[in-house]
């Protein structure tokens, strides 16, 4: 397996994308740290992935707008595991509505989530992640260079979260370290439904998606999830600084 006894890290691990990676690590026999906000999700999400391979994954209940939170979650993965090779940042989180119905309130609350809380993971792994010439996977959006009126922060947040990617993967390349992110359009997940909390919306905003999308399918959590292990792997070693569309050919259009 190509990830046994390896140490992964995974944000946002309890729901969606980041609990589809964590499945998709568990049957690479990887040693799982997931971090989450809601408890149950996340004791959910580990029991399902000790099943894959009876690899115990550990849980840390934590949120990471706060900085005493995010330095806990390197510190009990590291205390438990001695070590890290596999950084996956992938919480993350939007709200619906243009400028005019925004706040400064909102702003910082996207940002801090989205961009400043991998920034300080990113930070705080990366002598671990220098040890065992490890790897990160970014988990951003088409969002970062397909601009939504209605999502403006979200946007911003992402395309600085592309340039972070870059400019971490040309500063670590000495060290064998290699950072690369997913950009996914438009996946199935509970994602639509919170933002859309009417079903006929959330049903209808789903289908105008696949409808302007090439492939007219929406992706899933699936379809990211092997594209992270792929970046992850030892198969992607000669692959650094790079953003891949996961989106159905929306990008092209």
Not at 42 to 68: F, H, M, N, R
Not at 130 to 146: D, P, Q, R, W
Not at 212 to 234: C, G, M, N, W
Request: charged share 20%; aromatic share 6%; hydrophobic share 45%.
């Amino acid at each position: 397996m190509y990830f046994e006894n390896k140490v992964v890290l995974i944000t946002g691990a309890s729901s969606g994308i980041g609990a589809e990676i964590a499945l998709h690590f568990a049957k690479q026999s990887a040693r799982l740290a997931l971090a989450g906000r809601n408890v149950q999700n996340l004791e959910s999400v580990a029991s399902l992935c000790e099943k894959e391979k009876g690899v115990t994954p550990i849980q840390i209940v934590a949120d990471i707008t706060k900085e005493s939170d995010v330095e806990r979650i390197l510190k009990e993965t590291i205390y438990h595991f001695a070590r890290l090779d596999v950084l996956i940042n992938n919480a993350g989180m939007s709200l619906i509505g243009g400028i005019k119905d925004k706040s400064l309130d909102i702003y910082d609350k996207i940002m801090t989530v989205n961009l400043r809380a991998v920034y300080q993971l990113t930070y705080l792994a990366a002598p671990y992640l220098i040890a065992t010439k490890g790897s990160i996977v970014n988990i951003s959006s088409i969002a970062s260079s397909y601009p939504f009126s209605d999502m403006t922060e979200y946007c911003m947040s992402k395309a600085a979260l592309d340039m972070l990617t870059k400019c971490v993967a040309l500063d670590l390349a000495q060290h064998g370290v290699r950072v690369n992110a997913v950009n996914p359009g438009l996946v199935k997940t509970n994602l639509i439904n919170i933002l859309f909390p009417e079903s006929d919306k959330a049903e209808k905003f789903t289908k105008d998606v696949m409808a302007s999308t090439p492939l007219k399918r929406l992706t899933e959590a699936y379809d990211v999830a092997t594209l992270v292990i792929f970046l992850a792997s030892d198969k992607a070693k000669s692959i650094t600084g790079c953003c891949y569309p996961v989106d159905g050919g929306k990008l092209l259009v």
